[in-house]
């Protein structure tokens, strides 16, 4: 291969890996563009994905570019390939986030052997055991969040109180105002004639069960009930969460943290655990200061994950390339 002509057919099947990272809402925020003659995938926010309520200042969108950039650089490896991102290339254009330049290498393996979990990391809104998660299993998460240059926390009792206390609040936050539930509702699937587009947004069917009680850090996408038939089922008592953050709060350190989010999901899956997000306590400014551990070197706090051993869950749609992906 020239290492200034990507052949379309390689730059298609790496894009094709590259969407099955996840985003807000499964919003998909991400386009991607390459140029014939040259080496590089550009990636692009989409602003027609932007959510003004829930992610004024786009962090949610260049945490979703982040993770859909680190599974094209997975891919690559996979290939015996190198993606080389540089992010922010252009400062006078916000939503050019990266630039990927791909060429031959002898591969990474610690990302390649990474590709087989693209496909079988899938969110899971189901209650998981109360099997506790290994110290060992956790301690190689943490190291797989320092290699993006991030940290994963690993709470302590009363440090996971408060954030499920985040959790509980952020929900009573949403349910007062009518613009956030309007917001959030335009990417539920309720399975409705005319409820939009099959491809992207949270299917009925992942939507998971109703908690019989409120002890899980899983965000209810239906409390308006539009989906019907949805069971009943109580969650562990004690869930396992973790925390991802960085010490700066920029855009640079939101898509590093999209990419140390990915990884981390991406090693979980393979560790046989089973995955959630939860970021809607991190959606309000005046909740989102407390999430962090005040003694933790943590200056940020970008995701609440829930980690554990149950189902893991159901793929959810996704845009085909055609509509993400622009050759000129």
């Given at each position: 291969m020239s290492t200034t002509d990507l052949p379309r057919p390689l730059v298609t099947s790496l894009v094709e890996d590259a969407v099955t990272a996840p985003s807000m809402h499964n919003a998909q925020p991400w386009r991607f563009l390459h140029r014939t003659g040259t080496d590089v995938i550009e990636l692009y926010g989409d602003p027609a994905r932007e959510m003004?309520?829930?992610?004024?200042?786009?962090?949610?969108l260049h945490l979703g570019c982040g993770a859909a950039l680190f599974?094209?650089?997975?891919?690559?490896?996979?290939?015996?390939?190198?993606?080389?991102?540089?992010l922010l290339p252009t400062g006078g254009d916000p939503w050019h986030v990266a630039d990927?330049?791909?060429r031959?290498?002898?591969?990474?393996?610690?990302?390649?052997?990474?590709?087989?979990?693209?496909?079988?990391?899938?969110?899971?809104?189901?209650?998981?055991?109360?099997?506790?998660?290994?110290?060992?299993?956790?301690?190689?998460l943490q190291a797989a969040a320092l290699l993006e240059g991030c940290r994963l926390e690993v709470p302590g009792d009363w440090h996971s109180d408060t954030v499920m206390g985040l959790v509980h609040t952020s929900e009573l936050f949403e349910a007062a105002d009518d613009s956030v539930r309007a917001e959030v509702?335009?990417?539920?699937?309720?399975?409705?004639?005319?409820?939009?587009?099959?491809t992207e947004g949270i299917p009925p069917y992942a939507l998971g069960p109703r908690q019989y009680d409120v002890t899980s850090p899983v965000r209810d996408f239906d409390a308006p009930r539009r989906v019907t038939g949805r069971s009943s089922a109580s969650f562990e008592k004690r869930p396992r969460i973790v925390l991802l953050g960085t010490t700066e709060d920029t855009p640079r350190d939101w898509l590093k943290a999209g990419q140390a989010l990915q990884r981390v999901l991406?090693?979980?899956t393979l560790d046989g655990l089973?995955?959630?997000?939860?970021?809607?306590?991190?959606?309000?400014?005046?909740?989102?200061?407390d999430a962090?551990?005040?003694?933790?070197?943590?200056?940020?706090?970008h995701m609440v994950l829930r980690l554990g051993y149950g189902p893991h869950g159901t793929a959810t749609p996704r845009r085909p390339v055609s509509e993400v992906l622009t050759f000129v």
């Open positions: 003004p309520r829930e992610d004024p200042d786009h962090r949610a599974s094209l650089r997975v891919a690559a490896a996979h290939r015996g390939l190198e993606a080389v991102p540089s990927v330049r791909v031959d290498s002898a591969g990474d393996e610690g990302l390649a052997v990474l590709r087989p979990a693209l496909r079988k990391r899938h969110t899971s809104r189901f209650p998981f055991t109360e099997e506790p998660v290994p110290s060992e299993v956790l301690e190689g509702a335009t990417w539920i699937r309720a399975g409705a004639t005319g409820d939009g587009s099959a991406l090693r979980a089973s995955t959630s997000l939860m970021s809607q306590p991190l959606e309000w400014p005046e909740l989102r200061s962090r551990d005040p003694a933790s070197p943590t200056g940020y706090v």
